[in-house]
């Protein structure tokens, strides 16, 4: 059985989880830059992106996954 650790759910109805800060997203993007990809703190752009995509990984999932389960 395949049974994953992610999404997880919010426990605070508005959503807040107090993990999920500007530093946990920064050091997410200094661990890509250690492994040789780009950096990701020359462009607000870039931070928002990977915020959004942690965001979806650790909360929503991936409901293209979900449906092709089904």
Same mark, same amino acid.
């Given at each position: 059985m395949d049974e994953r $650790?992610?999404?997880?759910?919010? @426990?605070?109805p508005d959503g807040d989880d107090p993990r999920f800060t500007f530093g946990f997203v920064?050091? %997410?993007g200094e661990v890509l830059t250690k492994h040789g990809f780009p950096g990701v /703190? +020359? $462009?607000w752009r870039d931070h928002l992106e990977? +915020?959004? &995509?942690?965001?979806r990984f650790i909360y %929503? /999932?991936? @409901? !293209? @996954?979900? !449906?092709? &389960?089904?």
């Open positions: $650790s992610y999404p997880i759910k919010l @426990t605070d920064h050091e %997410v /703190g +020359q $462009s990977l +915020q959004q &995509a942690l965001y %929503v /999932g991936d @409901t !293209r @996954t979900e !449906r092709l &389960a089904s």
